[in-house]
């Protein structure tokens, strides 16, 4: 099987390229990625199985000539960080919707099997006290230029389906935490900020909970859903763990053996989503899938292990994400 992996180079995408290496024996993988600021060559494997195409997915020669050797498309690039998108949207504008898009065509020009990789942030956020949680019929309220242009994107898909009959499949995930993610994200940031002997920044009270789930559970659901998902179906993805910010931050703290309480509030982040939530019922029941990492704390003390194996990888882009974030206030 071909498969053409967009965004190979970031966080998630880096993280199915390995484990389709390791788990699909008769699979060859192109990544496509435009190595933005968030792509790096290094988080792709050295492997004969696997070529890297540095490209944008919204430029269309490319584009279709990749997916016309292609049995299946798997698409992650993005422009991904909520804070990028509230000191300039266009880039997330341009990649994730007319990006999309342009996939969106090749695949139909190719009859391409697609499979659309979206976030649980196109349904808003739920009230902190709200017993209720994100399912496929969620109406769609997104709240930050990411958010939306991610829920455009996803409507794109939809729509491609419909009218164009195109064999795709979609998943909306939640947050996810692992080896390989930009140090501008949440955990990493901590983690990174902890070894190198600053405190870490909590948004505002810390009150606002996300729906952490590993990145590699996260992938074996993507290709569950690849396997044996239902054509033109959205699937969301989680793993029941909801945690306030302030309580990982805290479990980070007690992990690299700092005082709990060693962390520093930061102004928060304008129109910031109180609470995401996923209800993974259809996954779970129609797909039989099941997540492996349980506990976060076990997760999470690897991650910690890999960042601090790792910092060869994640030292270059220290310095400028911080001085972005001293911009901001932050
Ligand atoms: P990331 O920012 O780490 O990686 C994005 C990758 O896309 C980078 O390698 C970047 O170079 C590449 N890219 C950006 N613009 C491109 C373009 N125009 N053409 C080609 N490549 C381009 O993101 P991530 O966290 O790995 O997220 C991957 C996908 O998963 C995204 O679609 C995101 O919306 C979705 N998602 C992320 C999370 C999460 O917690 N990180 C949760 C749910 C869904
Ligand atoms: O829910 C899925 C989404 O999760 C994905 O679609 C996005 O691509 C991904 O970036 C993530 O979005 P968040 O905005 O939730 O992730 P982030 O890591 O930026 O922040 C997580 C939470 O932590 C959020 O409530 C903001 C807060 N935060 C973040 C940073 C960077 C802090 O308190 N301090 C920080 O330093």
């Not at 729906?211 to 996260?218: A, C, E, G, Q, R």
């Not at 690897?302 to 400028?320: G, M, S």
Request: with cysteine; hydrophobic share 40%; glycine share 8%.
């Amino acid at each position: 099987m071909r498969v053409l992996v967009t965004g190979g180079a970031g966080f998630i995408g880096a993280n199915f390229v390995r484990l389709t290496l390791a788990t699909r024996p008769d699979a060859t993988v192109t990544v496509l990625d435009k190595l933005t600021y968030a792509g790096n060559a290094a988080s792709i494997p050295d492997d004969p199985r696997v070529t890297l195409v540095q490209g944008d997915i919204a430029d269309r020669e490319v584009v279709d000539s990749l997916v016309s050797e292609t049995d299946l498309v798997v698409h992650f690039a993005a422009e991904s960080h909520n804070d990028n998108s509230l000191t300039d949207p266009s880039p997330f504008i341009h990649t994730n919707l007319v990006g999309t898009f342009t996939l969106l065509e090749a695949c139909r020009a190719h009859a391409t099997r697609f499979h659309h990789v979206s976030t649980d942030e196109v349904y808003g956020d739920l009230a902190l006290d709200d017993p209720g949680k994100f399912t496929a019929d969620t109406p769609y309220n997104p709240s930050s230029p990411y958010s939306a242009s991610k829920a455009g994107s996803d409507l794109l898909v939809r729509a491609w389906v419909r009218s164009f009959g195109l064999a795709a499949t979609m998943s909306n995930c939640s947050n996810n935490y692992g080896p390989f993610q930009h140090v501008e994200k949440f955990i990493p940031r901590q983690i990174t900020n902890i070894i190198d002997g600053v405190r870490p920044k909590l948004y505002g009270a810390g009150a606002n909970v996300r729906d952490w789930i590993h990145v590699d559970d996260h992938n074996t659901a993507v290709w569950t859903v690849i396997d044996a998902g239902r054509v033109g179906q959205t699937y969301l993805i989680g793993a029941d763990g909801e945690l306030s910010n302030k309580a990982v931050v805290e479990a980070v703290l007690v992990a690299m053996g700092q005082p709990v309480d060693a962390y520093d509030h930061v102004p928060d982040r304008p129109g910031h989503d109180l609470r995401y939530a996923i209800d993974a019922t259809a996954l779970r029941e129609e797909l039989g899938w099941a997540p492996r990492y349980r506990d976060f704390a076990t997760g999470l003390a690897a991650t910690i292990d890999w960042y601090r194996d790792n910092e060869a990888w994640w030292r270059p882009l220290k310095r400028e994400t911080e001085l972005a974030y001293e911009r901001l206030g932050r």
